[in-house]
T-cell receptor, first 115, second 115 residues
Framework: DTGVSQDPRHKITKRGQNVTFRCDPI?????LYWYRQTLGQGPEFLTY????????KSRLLSDRFSAERPKGSFSTLEIQRTEQGDSAMYLC?????????????FGPGTRLLVL | GENVEQHPSTLSVQEGDSAVIKCTYS??????FPWYKQELGKGPQLIID?????GEKKDQRIAVTLNKTAKHFSLHITETQPEDSAVYFC??????????????FGKGTHLIIQP
């Protein structure tokens, strides 16, 4: 069983550049979540997919943030025109909907540093 | 929206002693309360969870209690070991395991086990 994987694990970019992160959920998990975690804080929910449908995106931090899950499997999170305040850990989680509710399993995260 | 408060921010205990971390939540509609352990450079790992129809749940050295009336839940770790040292996060959600609301996390507790 492979867990949630994220790529890259680390990304350094210059202010104003675009970055894209990838998340591969646990196979057959139909729900996928993106979170942001800044230093000393808990993860902050950003967006959620059920299969390929993005059912919640109002928590995305600005219109510079967008996410896709085109075939209901892997997902990408893009940040356009990065700012220094975007520096954080970006976490992906997946879960399988079930009668008893579901558990979210997190990946190792992508650490972004904007210079 | 939901607000989760977590205390203490740092907890230092002697190896073998017990540790207790407390959280309160604001939304009475929340019905799922997981606890995650995060080690340095890694994503959060679920250690135990509880749903609102249960008052207490135990798994070996770890237990969680829930008081719905007071909107309060706690993590109890007995017979602490050095490998228990990590940051622990509580979270809450109104949907079974997450759904469109995602998880709302506390700010975390840095648990230090003194040898």
């Amino acid at each position: 069983d492979t867990g949630v994987s994220q790529d890259p694990r680390h990304k350094i970019t210059k202010r104003g550049q675009n970055v894209t992160f990838r998340c591969d959920p646990i196979s057959e998990h139909n729900r996928l979540y993106w979170y942001r975690q800044t230093l000393g804080q808990g993860p902050e929910f950003l967006t959620y997919f059920q299969n390929e449908a993005q059912l919640e995106k109002s928590r995305l931090l600005s219109d510079r943030f967008s996410a896709e899950r085109p075939k209901g499997s892997f997902s990408t999170l893009e940040i356009q025109r990065t700012e220094q305040g975007d520096s954080a850990m970006y976490l992906c989680a997946s879960s399988l909907e079930g009668l008893e509710g579901e558990t979210q399993y997190f990946g190792p995260g992508t650490r972004l540093l904007v210079l | 929206g939901e607000n989760v408060e977590q205390h203490p921010s740092t907890l230092s205990v002697q190896e073998g002693d017990s540790a207790v971390i407390k959280c309160t939540y604001s939304d009475s509609a929340s019905n799922y309360f997981p606890w995650y352990k995060q080690e340095l450079g890694k994503g959060p790992q679920l250690i135990i969870d509880i749903r609102s129809n249960v008052g207490e749940k135990k798994d070996q050295r770890i237990a969680v209690t829930l008081n719905k009336t007071a909107k309060h839940f706690s993590l109890h770790i007995t017979e602490t070991q050095p490998e228990d040292s990590a940051v622990y996060f509580c979270a809450a959600s109104k949907r079974r395991g997450g759904g469109a609301d995602g998880l709302t996390f506390g700010k975390g507790t840095h648990l230090i086990i003194q040898p």
